[in-house]
């Protein structure tokens, strides 16, 4: 059990909701096995992991002050067990609350450009296609690590009119689109969203273009941190290039950017739609509504 918390350490694929869904399932398993020692050990490892995604931490947070202690070695599991459902409820049903507030904000079909893969933008999709209400969603592909390519599958599988682009040609399909819509995974208390490397141009283009950029995200996303406080990993430079010897130059590589808020048309989060200077209403909070 503990290589699975090792592969979700290391997933630099999922976007935070999807790692969040994957350390309950590990956490659900554990408890079923009574494997709590791995679990405990688990927890431990994901302490120093994916510091740039701090609504995972929060929820490991909640996990170690909650969950563990509904765990113990001569008692049943069923209590610790229906936490975790309750957890998986409530982050399933705030999607589908983001889902019906942002389909409810239009009144035709619409185009949609999108980046990377967010779960949460995804769902929205889902709902929006569902209500006849999406005309064609135009997504940028995620580089190096091209999570845009699990997106337009999955997108496709759902019967979704959408066109696969590269990175660099995000201004084509900010042209192309009525709406940009991104997901998150932290906005900072000091009014940063941090998100997929590519997401700044990306709001830079709806700007120049006067192209409304909503961001969709839970209110768990929302931290009470600074944006300096928050870790952003650099990543190993070899997933963009394999050098070759006597080669000297160096290689950038990192997932995430900050992005100033004011760009952002509004967030749309499970408890409404909120403008950037209404921000303050949702930072600190994030962990309540759990």
């Known amino acids: 059990m503990l290589k699975e918390f090792e592969l979700l350490a290391t997933d630099n694929t999922s976007g935070a909701m999807e790692l969040v869904r994957k350390l309950l399932a590990l956490c659900e398993s554990c408890a079923i096995g009574y494997r709590f020692d791995e679990l405990r050990e688990g927890f431990a490892l ?8 701090p609504s995972l931490h929060a929820v490991l947070h909640i996990l170690k002050s909650d969950f563990l ?10 209590d610790a067990i229906a936490y975790l459902s309750s957890l998986e409820k409530i982050l399933t049903q ?15 079909s619409t185009s949609v450009a999108t ?9 929205a999709m889902y709902h929006l296609h569902g209500i006849e209400r999406l005309a064609h969603v135009y997504v940028l592909e995620g580089r190096p690590m091209f999570e ?27 042209r192309l689109a009525d709406v940009v819509v991104v997901g998150a995974d932290s906005i900072s208390a000091d009014g940063y969203l941090l998100n997929k490397t590519g997401t700044f141009p990306l709001a830079l283009c709806c700007k120049a273009l006067d192209v409304p950029l909503y961001v969709l995200c839970d209110s ?16 190993p430079g070899e997933e963009l290039l394999q050098q070759g010897e006597g080669d000297g ?15 952002v048309t509004a967030f749309i989060t499970e408890r409404g739609a909120f403008t950037p200077d209404q921000l303050s209403a949702l930072a600190g909070e994030s962990e309540e509504h759990i």
């Open 220 to 235: 768990l996303k929302f931290s009470p941190q600074l944006h300096t406080q928050i870790l952003v990993e650099d990543r």
């Open 115 to 123: 980046l990377s893969r967010s779960s949460t933008v995804l769902g």
């Open 69 to 78: 202690v509904k765990l113990h070695d001569d008692e049943e599991t069923a």
């Open 148 to 174: 845009g390519h699990r997106s337009i599958h999955d997108l496709r599988d759902h019967g979704v009119p959408c066109t696969l682009m590269v990175d660099a040609a995000m201004a084509e399909a900010v």
């Open 94 to 108: 705030s999607g589908e609350q983001i889902a019906e507030i942002f389909g409810g904000m239009f009144s035709k």
């Open 249 to 263: 130059f160096h290689i950038w590589n990192r997932y995430f950017e900050w992005t100033s808020v004011e760009f």
């Open 46 to 53: 994901l302490e120093n992991a994916q510091k740039s995604m």
